[in-house]
């Protein structure tokens, strides 16, 4: 094994873990939402549609905050923003468990929004300055995985949290809710001591390792800053790479916030439980899919093709899925369409820095995030007004089936000139 190598494997061990659970812990107190609502719905009086808007209403919260975020990111450092971002967030999650009517639901889903909005683009920002751009693909893929891996984990935590009782004698749901929101409080804590700012700041790397990591990164810099265009905003390439975030985060956020309430539809003597273990599945499969196209993508050093193909997989699987009714066929061309969508997902972000100057990198990730989080606002409240006027989610499935084939074919259209680089396979290669 290299030397760089195995500073590149160090990195990855000692700010992918923390970062992986912050984003675990995110994931869950976002979307146990969603589990919830199995029983809040009822006692609150939300319908369908209403549900749909307290949901997205996360996402204008989230993206109002994306470009103040960064912006503060870079004056006080990742290590404070993390820690401001995590507690803030942990708080309103755990808030919602004491919610009585429609506005406070609304009210408090908002502040989580905004308390989780610089977030992930942060991370994508802060890993572009630890990680050379051979080694992201399986970096980036690895810090998403927390994504599908809090639905197969969340999934069933919540069904049986909100299944068993409790020693305060709450409604299960309120009881789900506060357990999820508490941890994310003293993760916030401990982002003060495991997140160092910069290369120089990590006591666990050597100097000659420091060294190299800041070396690699500003060589990158000076190689991609002789043909990147001046304004950010005036490259198309960061727009067309926004609508295909789009596309891909259409099917994320409509399996994220509905697939519970869908398996109750398809299966009206489930309990709690049992849906959260079936609800699993899919994400198992996305996180296979974002695995092992990184993997992929890494040891063959090429990004396109594996971000487009994937893309094109998903659209298939998911226009097949509501034309196979119920039924095993059914749920295996669910976990089909999950894969590819993992796929296509875990390797999208090794394309922005191809196309993007150091300098442009920060506001870039955060518009294509920005583009993302729109199809968070758009989904849930077109999946909800959809079925609560024909009780049925096809249609829906099928305009998600559409953005993702418009995806796969925009892809292509990202391709620039190669920077030249050494010729060195990625962390996943032997």
Known sequence: MSDDLATIRKIRFRLLTPLLALLFLSTVDRANISFAALQMNAELGLTA?????????????YILIQWPSLWLLQKIGMRRWVFVCAGTWGL????????HSAESFYALRLLLGIAEGGFAPGVMFYLAQWIPSRYR???????????????????????WLMSTDNPVDWPGWRWMLLIEGLPTLLLAAAALKLLPDRPRDAPWLDAREREWVESEIVSEKSAHAARAPESPLRNRHLWIASACWFGLMAGANGMLYWLPQIIRHLSAQSTDLQIGFISALPWIAVGAGMVLNAWHSDRKQERHWHVGLAALAAAVFIAATPLLGTGAWALAVLLLAGL????????????????LRPASLAGGFALINMAGNLAGIVIPMLIGWVHTRTGTFDAPVFVIAALSLLTAGAVGLLRVS???????KGPYSR
């Open 49 to 61: 549609e209403t549900y749909g808007f307290g949901v997205s209403i996360f996402f204008v919260g």
């Open 92 to 99: 309103a999650a755990a808030g919602l468990a004491f919610v």
């Open 137 to 159: 693909a399986g970096a980036i893929s690895t810090f998403m995985l927390a994504v599908p891996v809090s639905a197969i984990v969340g999934g069933p935590l919540a069904g």
């Open 340 to 355: 590819a969508m993992g796929a296509a997902q875990g390797t999208f972000w090794t394309l922005p820095p191809t196309f």
């Open 418 to 424: 190669p920077v030249a680089s050494p010729s060195i």
